[in-house]
């Protein structure tokens, strides 16, 4: 083959090449590899509690669920300002004896959320976090302690608040982490 016989080769197979490269590139700018970017203290600044009821002294009730959720993380206290204080990094151990401690005192069932429970309060629609932010307003991007259901019963494990990621997976229970507090059953 000699050079004109292979550059009108090239040139008739140019069309066929940019075909291809265009429908890459709209494959790949299809995927969303990032999820969502909006934040959720901006995309629900307007929304009110959303699927959530006040049930005051800083308690809310998901509608969906029947579950009531202290709105802060352990430790802090709630206001009309939103959450105040400093919120308790715990071990595993300790962060479950400490909501013991609090259920007794206020005679109420409250217990660390399992990891369903947790993600019925996540968003999939904004982030950072993935929570309504006026149902849970302060509260700490950070993982959260939670506990395994299903294949991960008696597993540790945590709920990523800046997207609502959830991991079993080698968690260590030592670790300080920072909790919320759940009471009642799910109704299904």
């Given at each position: 083959?000699?050079?004109?016989?292979?550059?009108?080769?090239?040139?008739?197979?140019?069309?066929?090449?940019?075909?291809?490269?265009?429908?890459?590139?709209?494959?790949?700018?299809?995927?969303?590899?990032?999820?969502?970017?909006?934040?959720?203290?901006?995309?629900?600044?307007?929304?009110?509690?959303?699927?959530?009821?006040?049930?005051?002294?800083?308690?809310?009730?998901?509608?969906?669920?029947?579950?009531?959720?202290?709105?802060?993380s352990v430790g802090q206290r709630h206001t009309p300002r939103g959450c105040v204080g400093v919120?308790?990094?715990?071990?595993?151990?300790?962060?479950?004896?400490?909501?013991?401690?609090?259920?007794?005192?206020?005679?109420?069932?409250?217990?660390?959320?399992?990891?369903?429970?947790?993600?019925?309060?996540?968003?999939?629609?904004?982030?950072?976090?993935?929570?309504?932010?006026?149902?849970?307003?302060?509260?700490?991007?950070?993982?959260?302690?939670?506990?395994?259901?299903?294949?991960?019963?008696?597993?540790?494990?945590?709920?990523?608040?800046?997207?609502?990621?959830?991991?079993?997976?080698?968690?260590?229970?030592?670790?300080?982490?920072?909790?919320?507090?759940?009471?009642?059953?799910?109704?299904?």
């Amino acid at each position: 083959m000699n050079i004109s016989e292979f550059s009108s080769a090239y040139v008739k197979a140019l069309p066929a090449r940019f075909f291809a490269l265009f429908l890459s590139c709209m494959f790949l700018a299809s995927c969303d590899f990032s999820r969502v970017s909006v934040s959720c203290n901006d995309h629900l600044a307007d929304s009110g509690l959303g699927h959530f009821e006040d049930r005051q002294r800083g308690v809310i009730r998901d509608k969906n669920t029947g579950l009531e959720w202290f709105r802060c993380s352990v430790g802090q206290r709630h206001t009309p300002r939103g959450c105040v204080g400093v919120p308790a990094l715990l071990p595993l151990a300790q962060a479950e004896s400490y909501i013991a401690e609090i259920a007794e005192k206020a005679g109420a069932q409250w217990r660390l959320p399992n990891y369903s429970e947790f993600a019925g309060i996540t968003r999939k629609d904004c982030l950072n976090p993935a929570l309504n932010p006026n149902a849970f307003p302060n509260i700490l991007v950070e993982n959260y302690w939670s506990h395994g259901v299903d294949a991960n019963t008696g597993k540790a494990c945590v709920i990523y608040t800046l997207n609502g990621a959830r991991s079993c997976r080698a968690i260590d229970r030592e670790a300080p982490r920072p909790f919320l507090m759940v009471k009642g059953t799910q109704e299904l």
